[in-house]
C-alpha cells in the first residue's frame, strides 16, 4: 500500500471545526482512502472512506484533493469524545481482493481542549 | 450483535510460557486480523485469514500461529513467551465487500516478565 503522512498532533477547541490533513503523494488509482480512530484504551474504529469525490457521514466528512494526493477529514464540531489517535491509511482494491490487512501508521493525536 | 469480543482483557505471563488469545465474531464475517499495537505506534498485522481452514502471515508472524476452524473463531496461540511480545493484541473482523470496513475488539493487554 502506498504511504501517507500525517502530523505527529493537532489541538483544537471543543465545539470548534477540526481539519486533520493527511498526504499521500504516490496514490494509485485504485487506492481508497480510510480513515479509522483509536479512542484511548480501545480498539480502532472505522470513520469514513472515499476513492475521489467527498464524502460525508455521520461521523465526519472527508474532502479529497482533486489530483489525490492529500485529503482532509473534517469534524463539523469537535467534542471532547473526538480526542483520538485518527489513522489515514490507503488501501488498493486490487490488493489480495480486500482480504488484506490494514496498514497503520502513527496517526495524529487530537488533542480536544474545553 | 456483541461484534468482536477478546478474552482475557489482561494477563502477565513469564518468559517460556505458552497462552491463546481468544477472538470470536458474531457478523458472519470471513474476513479476521491480529493485529500488535506497541506503545506510541500503529498496528501491525500478525495474521489474517480469509475463511474457516485458511490463514496467511502478516508483517510480524514470528513468535505466533494461528488457526481457524470455524467462521466464528480465530485464536492466536504465543509459544515460548518473550519480553518482545509484550504488546497489545487486537483482533479484528471484516466482511466480504472489498470496500467493508474492519471492525476491532477490544484488545487484550499481555506483559511478558
Known amino acids: 500500500d502506498a504511504k501517507t503522512t500525517q502530523p505527529n498532533s493537532m489541538e483544537s477547541n471543543e465545539e470548534e471545526p477540526v481539519h486533520l490533513p493527511c498526504n499521500h503523494s504516490?496514490?494509485?488509482?485504485?487506492?481508497?482512502i480510510h480513515w479509522y480512530r483509536q479512542l484511548p484504551s480501545q480498539g480502532p474504529e472505522y470513520v469514513i472512506h472515499?476513492?475521489?469525490s467527498n464524502v460525508n457521514n455521520r461521523m465526519a466528512s472527508l474532502a479529497i484533493a482533486e489530483d489525490r494526493k492529500s485529503s482532509t477529514l473534517i469534524l463539523h464540531r469537535a467534542t471532547l469524545r473526538d480526542a483520538a489517535v485518527y489513522y489515514c491509511?490507503?488501501?488498493?482494491?486490487?490488493?489480495?481482493?480486500?482480504?488484506?490487512?490494514?496498514?497503520f501508521g502513527k496517526g495524529t493525536h487530537l488533542i480536544i481542549q474545553p | 450483535n456483541a461484534g468482536v469480543t477478546q478474552t482475557p482483557k489482561f494477563r502477565i505471563l513469564k518468559i517460556g510460557q505458552s497462552m491463546t488469545l481468544q477472538c470470536a465474531q458474531d457478523m458472519n464475517h470471513n474476513y479476521m486480523y491480529w493485529y500488535r499495537q506497541d506503545p506510541g505506534m500503529g498496528l501491525k498485522l500478525i495474521y489474517y485469514s480469509v475463511g474457516a481452514g485458511i490463514t496467511d502471515k502478516g508483517e510480524v508472524p514470528n513468535g505466533y500461529n494461528v488457526s481457524r476452524s470455524t467462521t466464528e473463531d480465530f485464536p492466536l496461540r504465543l509459544e515460548l513467551a518473550a519480553p518482545s511480545q509484550t504488546s497489545v493484541y487486537f483482533c479484528?473482523?471484516?466482511?466480504?465487500?472489498?470496500?467493508?470496513?474492519?471492525?476491532f475488539g477490544p484488545g487484550t493487554r499481555l506483559t511478558v516478565l
Open positions: 504516490t496514490i494509485s488509482g485504485t487506492d481508497y
Open positions: 479484528a473482523s471484516k466482511g466480504l465487500a472489498y470496500y467493508n470496513e474492519q471492525f
Open positions: 472515499g476513492l475521489t
Open positions: 491509511i490507503l488501501r488498493d482494491v486490487e490488493s489480495g481482493g480486500g482480504a488484506d490487512g490494514l496498514t
